[in-house]
């Protein structure tokens, strides 16, 4: 079992910037992927970025120059630095964990006002 610890989300005006954290704890193994995912009232859960556990990112092509992810293994950390930040980016954030199977964090909302 891992368990993921998210914090971070809040409110913030169009343009400024939010720090995602999310702590992973229990069976961690290498070879594992973390990352971010986020769904939107009325939208399917979407991908917004990953990174393995040597470091390789993928981003979705709506936040690609403004959101970066890191990760920091000795801490069993993941972090979603979110910069310029878009009313269109308002949803709940999920942090995942790719391992020999795959958890949840339980969400943080992140509101972006207008």
């Known amino acids: 079992q891992v368990q993921l610890v998210e914090s971070g989300g809040g409110l913030v005006q169009a343009g400024g910037s939010l720090r995602l954290s999310c702590t992973a704890s229990?069976?961690?193994?290498?070879?594992?992927?973390m990352g971010w995912y986020r769904q939107a009232p009325g939208n399917e859960r979407e991908l917004v970025a990953g990174?393995?556990?040597?470091?390789?990112?993928n981003y979705a092509d709506s936040v690609k120059g403004r959101f970066t992810i890191s990760r920091d293994n000795a801490k069993n950390k993941v972090y979603l630095q979110m910069n310029s930040l878009k009313p269109e980016d308002t949803a709940v954030y999920y942090c995942?964990?790719?391992?020999?199977?795959?958890?949840w964090g339980q969400g943080t909302q992140v509101t972006v006002s207008s």
């Open positions: 995942n964990f790719k391992g020999l199977a795959i958890y």
């Open positions: 229990g069976n961690i193994f290498s070879g594992n992927v």
């Open positions: 990174i393995s556990s040597g470091g390789t990112t």
